[in-house]
């Protein structure tokens, strides 16, 4: 098998209020290559969002699903190359990216950070893209 799908789930049942219907996945490793659905502050486990109003209580939770899902496909914090930030508004840079800069100290992934109007909740402040590639032998 060429994909590894982890945390698949539908739509319908994340996003009920919208009347959606898309089978997706939080992660996918592709050879040594892991892709991770965009995180925000929600808890994967209870599907509750955590941190309503607070930036950066949203980036830790972001950051935590992040290190499970990338341990989950057999990857690790280390192994980030790129990084994508979205930010509801700019007041919001500084407490994700120092909260982010704890999480990755010492990783050096490239990085985008975008303004954007909204995410798919509006409680949502961030969501965080990630990249990630296990080396050979790992």
Same mark, same amino acid.
């Given at each position: 098998?060429?994909?590894?799908?982890?945390?698949?789930?539908?739509?319908?049942?994340?996003?009920?209020?919208?009347?959606?219907?898309?089978?997706?996945?939080?992660?996918?490793?592709?050879?040594?290559? $892991?892709?991770?659905?965009?995180?925000?502050?929600?808890?994967?486990?209870?599907?509750?969002?955590?941190?309503?109003?607070?930036?950066?209580?949203?980036?830790?939770?972001?950051?935590?699903?992040?290190?499970?899902?990338?341990?989950?496909?057999?990857?690790?914090?280390?192994?980030?190359?790129?990084?994508?930030?979205?930010?509801?508004?700019?007041?919001?840079?500084?407490?994700?990216?120092?909260?982010?800069?704890?999480?990755?100290?010492?990783?050096? *992934?490239?990085?985008?950070?975008?303004?954007?109007?909204?995410?798919?909740?509006?409680?949502?402040?961030?969501?965080?893209?990630?990249?990630? $590639?296990? *080396?050979?032998?790992?």
């Amino acid at each position: 098998m060429t994909h590894q799908r982890f945390r698949k789930f539908n739509t319908a049942d994340t996003y009920p209020e919208q009347n959606l219907d898309n089978d997706l996945c939080q992660a996918v490793r592709a050879g040594n290559t $892991v892709y991770l659905r965009g995180q925000v502050g929600q808890d994967l486990a209870t599907r509750e969002s955590v941190g309503t109003g607070d930036a950066r209580a949203q980036t830790e939770q972001a950051m935590k699903n992040v290190k499970m899902l990338l341990e989950e496909a057999g990857s690790e914090l280390d192994h980030i190359c790129k990084i994508t930030v979205y930010l509801t508004d700019r007041a919001y840079r500084d407490d994700v990216y120092r909260e982010i800069g704890k999480w990755l100290k010492g990783v050096f *992934p490239v990085s985008t950070g975008l303004i954007i109007d909204g995410l798919a909740r509006p409680e949502w402040v961030m969501e965080i893209d990630v990249i990630a $590639v296990i *080396p050979d032998g790992s």
